[in-house]
């Protein structure tokens, strides 16, 4: 799923700070044979609140999946999410898309 967003220099990036419900990054390197994506998501709970929804893998395949806590709002997630989306930019990772 390859979207046609601008890719975002680091300088610029809205990704920290604009995080609201979805984030995907993708890495590729093809001398290192690295070609990986990785989805952050805001995904609300049956109950209230809401969950930060990890998903990464090769480019191409569903990936793996992980749950990241049970967060009374989206605000309560922020800390996790600022580092979350600076691992992924330090491992040279690129924005593709976001909301």
């Known amino acids: 799923m390859k979207t046609t967003s601008p890719r975002v220099p680091l300088r610029e990036l809205p990704a920290v700070?604009?995080?609201?419900?979805?984030?995907?990054?993708?890495?590729?390197?093809?001398?290192?044979?690295?070609?990986?994506?990785?989805?952050?998501?805001?995904?609300?709970?049956?109950?209230g609140g809401g969950a930060l929804v990890r998903t990464w893998g090769r480019i191409g395949t569903q990936g793996s999946r992980c749950w990241e806590g049970d967060y009374p709002d989206r605000e309560a997630a922020q800390p996790l999410v600022e580092r979350l989306v600076r691992r992924r930019l330090s491992r040279r990772y690129q924005l593709i898309d976001w909301t």
């Open 17 to 47: 700070v604009g995080f609201r419900e979805f984030a995907r990054f993708e890495r590729a390197d093809w001398e290192q044979n690295a070609h990986r994506f990785y989805v952050l998501s805001w995904q609300p709970l049956l109950w």
